[in-house]
């Protein structure tokens, strides 16, 4: 963006709520209670950071116009191929999720009262199916679900047909929402379970409260006592939960504690860091909403609003999962933190604080100006807001590959690493194989993701299967024949346990996936092999329209975890 704007300007925007979520942790917190030398691959850097980005404005009538962005176009799926093929199920879900027992989330308006926001309920539990998700791990504030019984946390409405699922205390520990057919895909169900996120804990499927309860209110950061960091750790294990961080992208929480705790799960990216990172380094973007905000006309397709963000990729919490997982395993996870809060708070209407600033501001941004005249939750072009569950349920997801579709098994896929991340605004993720061989080379031993061998004694072969073009979902806005257009690499990138990164291998582009060869690639050095799948989605390039500069720029679009080659 070429465009600068004076600090008054700006600070409209920081005031009124504009970049901020309000995706706050906790703020309460307790004390336990005592009764390089290889090359980078080019992958690794894959954001823009230049202050010129290019995005400028394309004149509409340049663009070549159609008569619908939807198809009814059957899209013939992809063949069964790799863990899946080998007998492991795939399944999508989302992790850091609030709804009415954080007090926070829904506009705010479930602080006091857990009840008094049934249309935000109702929202959450519909898009869950609407999405296309399997899991969910709902991440509450203490300060509300501390105490709660767990029926509740876990969202349980017998009247709506759910399911509990019980251990063998008889005590609920998951609950099964029976999606209908949608336009998210089959009749299927999803499974959620209990978790919270304080100061950094975030855990992950808890089967009951801590106990002591206390503990709930531990922080994970430097400055929490580390007796009292391995007590909640502790804790948080004995009651069946994986320990997440929240937030990896934070100063306050070091990598060498992420080390050195026995810490199961970190955040490689959070959508709230991403907002925070475009208030701190480039606040100038959020004017380049314009075009997607309500009341444009002939503008992008609203959710492409994300790629905005994602070219101001928030980079802090990957390098530090690079510099953690290059010394000890640990599965790396998108994290959604989706409260549905974001509000303008009228700063812009008349007698606000801003007024004369925003009607100096009018006449080059007439739309965002409106809105932010307007107030209340920030509105895209289609009507919907910008931090809807049904939003964020669809740009990101994290893919894991488990034994079953139960809750107990996708907690322990992801304790063993099974994981992929997925950027699914781009389109739907097919192809993509990454795996150890390793024996009889006519019938090799297969090491998945977060599989850990021995160079000497295994003397395995990392093996990729390039990623296929981008497929359009159910609610895809791109055409089938269109996909073709996008630009996908898939990178494998290696770090040693110094953090070093290793040269591996040059890109492996993709021509649709059944005409690329395998990369395959015999490791010298220890090291956590992982697989990032770039893209330039030029595929988007029609529904983009005045925003078509993005179309040229990289993404991630995939993350995988790592495979682990030990001496």
């Known amino acids: 963006m070429s465009r600068r704007h004076s600090p008054s300007s700006l600070a409209i925007l920081a005031a009124s709520g504009f970049l901020a979520t309000g995706c706050s942790a906790d703020s309460e917190t307790a004390t336990a209670d005592t009764t390089t030398t290889g090359e980078t691959t080019a992958a690794v850097d894959v954001t823009d950071t230049d202050d010129d ?118 005590d609920p520990v998951a609950n099964i929402i029976h999606c209908p057919e949608t336009s998210g895909g089959p009749a299927r169900p999803v499974h959620l379970t209990v978790g919270f996120e304080g100061n950094f804990t975030m855990p992950l499927g808890l089967e009951a409260h801590l106990d002591p309860i206390e503990l709930e209110r531990v922080g994970l950061d430097d400055a929490t006592p580390e007796a009292d960091r391995k007590a909640v750790i502790d804790a948080i294990h004995d009651k069946g939960g994986l320990v997440a961080i929240a937030h990896s992208e934070r100063k306050e929480i070091g990598a060498d504690a992420l080390a050195t705790l026995p810490i199961d799960v970190m955040e490689q990216y959070n959508i709230h860091a991403n907002f925070l990172t475009i208030l701190e380094e480039d606040i100038t973007r959020a004017f380049d909403l314009e075009t997607f905000l309500k009341g444009a006309v002939d503008g992008p397709q609203a959710d492409l609003a994300f790629l905005m963000m994602l070219d101001i990729f928030p980079d802090a919490a990957i390098q530090k999962w690079y510099q953690v997982s290059a010394r000890r395993p640990i599965t790396g996870v998108l994290g959604s933190d989706v409260h549905q809060n974001v509000i303008l708070d009228g700063y812009c209407t008349p007698g606000g604080e801003f007024e004369a600033l925003c009607d100096s501001l009018a006449e080059s941004y007439p739309i965002l100006v409106a809105n932010l005249k307007a107030g209340g939750p920030l509105t895209l072009s289609d009507g919907k807001r910008i931090d809807s569950y049904e939003r964020i349920f669809r740009w990101l997801h994290n893919r894991v590959y488990a034994k079953d579709s139960s809750a107990a098994a996708v907690k322990e896929a992801l304790s063993l690493g099974r994981q992929v991340s997925v950027f699914a605004i781009f389109g739907e993720l097919d192809g993509l194989d990454y795996r150890a061989e390793s024996g009889d080379a006519g019938s090799p031993d297969i090491t998945e993701l977060g599989g850990q061998l021995s160079l000497a004694a295994d003397a395995p072969t990392l093996v990729v299967t390039a990623a296929a073009k981008p497929r359009p979902a159910a609610w895809a806005q791109f055409l089938p024949e269109e996909s073709d257009a996008a630009e996908v690499e898939t990178h494998l990138i290696g770090i040693d346990e110094t953090g070093t990164f290793l040269d591996v291998s040059v890109p492996t582009p993709s021509a649709g996936g059944s005409d690329v060869a395998d990369l395959r690639v015999t490791p010298d050095k220890p090291g956590r092999y992982h697989v990032e799948v770039l893209i330039r989605p030029k595929h988007l390039l029609r529904v983009l329209r005045a925003r078509s500069p993005l179309a040229d720029l990289t993404f991630r679009w995939a993350i995988t975890n790592p495979i682990y080659i030990k001496p």
């Open 53 to 170: 980005t290019g995005l400028t404005d394309v004149a509409p009538d340049a663009l070549t116009d159609v008569e619908a962005d939807v198809t009814d176009d059957v899209v013939t799926p992809p063949p069964v191929l790799g863990p899946v093929a080998r007998g492991l199920v795939a399944l999508r879900g989302a992790l850091h999720v609030h709804n009415r027992f954080s007090h926070d989330a829904c506009d705010g308006r479930v602080d006091e009262d857990p009840t008094a926001a049934p249309d935000c309920l109702a929202e959450f539990r519909a898009q869950l199916c609407t999405s296309g998700l399997d899991f969910a791990f709902m991440t509450d504030h203490p300060s509300n679900m501390s105490g709660q019984p767990f029926e509740e946390l876990l969202y349980h409405d017998a009247e709506a047909g759910d399911t509990l699922v019980r251990n063998e205390q008889n």
